[in-house]
């Protein structure tokens, strides 16, 4: 997470048994980040794969930017996924069929 | 050792022999107490079992996933059913194997459930075995929209997501049923 320049990334593995709790800390920082946000705000997602109850908290964070992109503010989400991934292009179309954001699929290259 | 462990003891006990033969070859087998320790411990050994004998990491993946939402969702905090409804020792013995034939691998795993708990897992698994492979997708999609993930007789992402990444019908038994409980076992294929 990066205050200044409104980029922020999830990456690895997202599996905790207790999202909530583990998201918290996340939840907190964009609310603050969202009293006094950038003009552009990125939220890159490069997760391997996550549990059904991390992609509640997902929902959760794209609520939150949601919100920010509503108030004015320029929001963008940049979904990664390996190529033959097809639970995680998937995971990422879920997203951006319930979700009110730009999300970008893109598929990672070998060397990312 | 009072009789009624005794008695779970020996039952899963049999139930675990059996199940260990079938399902073509097994990879990685646990019988015993469950807690959050074991959990991670079991995951942990599937993860490495898989990197040994799968070359696919999608396919990895998708097994290490399900294996998650197995024992996160099922059996732990059983979906959408309050928690006083978890078992108390000695009832809270879980069995769980991996195993793989030339055209699948294969998750069976089992705990016993308080009967409600058993009804409401047999209602919510035939409902989601009814429906095809768009339906469960629109049902995901709804669920995780609606935010409302937890409500019993709510819909629940968990056993929907195992059936969309299986891809097959979600199959289960419920055996040793006495008035409070009951021993449910669930298997889950992941074609090759």
Redesign the interface.
Request: glycine share 4%; aromatic share 10%; charged share 45%.
């Given at each position: 997470m990066e205050y200044e320049s409104g980029h922020f990334l999830i990456s690895g593995r997202s599996?905790p048994?207790n999202s909530i709790e583990f998201y918290k800390p996340l939840f907190d920082w964009l609310d603050e980040y969202n009293t006094k946000p950038q003009d552009k705000t990125i939220f890159d997602v490069r997760l391997?794969?996550?549990?059904?109850?991390s992609?509640?908290c997902l929902?959760?964070v794209f609520?939150k930017l949601e919100l920010l992109k509503a108030s004015g503010h320029d929001v963008e989400v940049n979904w990664y996924y390996?190529e033959?991934?097809?639970?995680?292009q998937?995971s990422g179309e879920?997203?951006k069929?319930?979700i009110k954001l730009p999300i970008h699929m893109h598929i990672l290259e070998e060397d990312d | 050792m009072d009789n009624t462990i005794i008695e779970v003891h020996s039952e899963v006990n049999s139930l675990y022999e059996k199940l260990k033969g079938r399902n073509g070859n097994k990879l990685f087998a646990f019988k015993g107490i469950m807690n959050?320790d074991i959990?991670g411990e079991i995951?942990s050994r599937v993860e490495d079992t898989l990197s040994e004998h799968e070359s696919?990491?999608?396919l990895q993946?998708?097994i290490?996933?399900i294996a998650?939402?197995i024992l996160?969702?099922i059996f732990?905090?059983f979906e959408g059913i309050d928690s006083k409804t978890v078992l108390e020792p000695p009832s809270n013995i879980v069995l769980f194997l991996l195993s793989k034939d030339k055209n699948a691998y294969y998750i069976v795993a089992g705990n016993y459930v308080p009967i409600e708990t058993a009804n409401f897992l047999k209602e919510r698994i035939d409902s989601i075995n009814e429906l095809s492979v768009d339906e469960l997708?629109k049902r995901?999609?709804k669920v995780?929209?609606n935010?409302d993930?937890s409500e019993q007789g709510g819909a629940g992402?968990?056993i929907i997501?195992i059936a969309?990444?299986s891809g097959q019908k979600l199959d289960y038994e419920f055996s040793s049923t006495n008035e409070t409980h009951s021993f449910f076992t669930i298997k889950v294929s992941v074609p090759i």
């Open positions: 599996i048994e391997e794969y996550f549990n059904t109850s992609s509640k929902v959760e609520r390996e033959d991934d097809e639970d995680m998937e879920d997203f069929e319930v | 959050d959990l995951l696919l990491m999608k993946r998708r290490n996933v998650v939402e996160q969702n732990h905090h997708k995901y999609r995780l929209s935010g993930f992402l968990g997501d969309r990444k």
